[in-house]
């Protein structure tokens, strides 16, 4: 059985910080790119961030350039997002999501129907 479990989120003031973990098991983790996710109440699910499987690569919306940091520990297998200098308009439930294909700069993707195993969610609420 397929499994990502996030954790790390709670309720901080505007200006702190978080930090995400993602958790996987039952796949061959550092086959897979890993995508962070998150989504408001009334709002579509909006993608936050991407780290590739084997090259490194990694991009963000770009609402978060400069505050968030993508990264993963395949001895792990766990994917982390550092959230720093956090803001009202971040609060959401995130979510992890791993991809097979996401292997490279070339074959990132954005887009929540492509990825093939989704996290359970955990909620971060930012307080102004």
């Known amino acids: 059985e397929v499994q990502l479990v996030e954790s790390g989120g709670g309720l901080v003031q505007a200006g702190g910080s978080l930090r995400l973990s993602c958790v996987a098991s039952?796949?061959?983790?550092?086959?897979?790119?890993i995508g962070w996710f998150r989504q408001s109440p009334g709002k579509e699910r909006e993608w936050v961030s991407f780290?590739?499987?084997?090259?490194?690569?990694?991009n963000y919306t770009d609402s978060v350039k400069g505050r968030f940091t993508i990264s993963r520990d395949n001895a792990k297998n766990t994917a982390y997002l550092q959230m720093n200098s956090l803001k009202a308009e971040d609060t959401a439930a995130y979510y992890c999501?791993?991809?097979?294909?996401?292997?490279?700069?070339?074959?990132?993707?954005?887009?929540?129907?492509?990825?093939?195993?989704w996290g359970q969610g955990t909620q971060v609420t930012v307080s102004s």
């Open positions: 999501a791993a991809d097979v294909w996401g292997r490279t700069e070339a074959t990132m993707t954005f887009l929540p129907y492509e990825y093939e195993y």
């Open positions: 780290i590739s499987a084997s090259d490194g690569y990694t």
């Open positions: 039952g796949i061959a983790f550092d086959d897979y790119a």
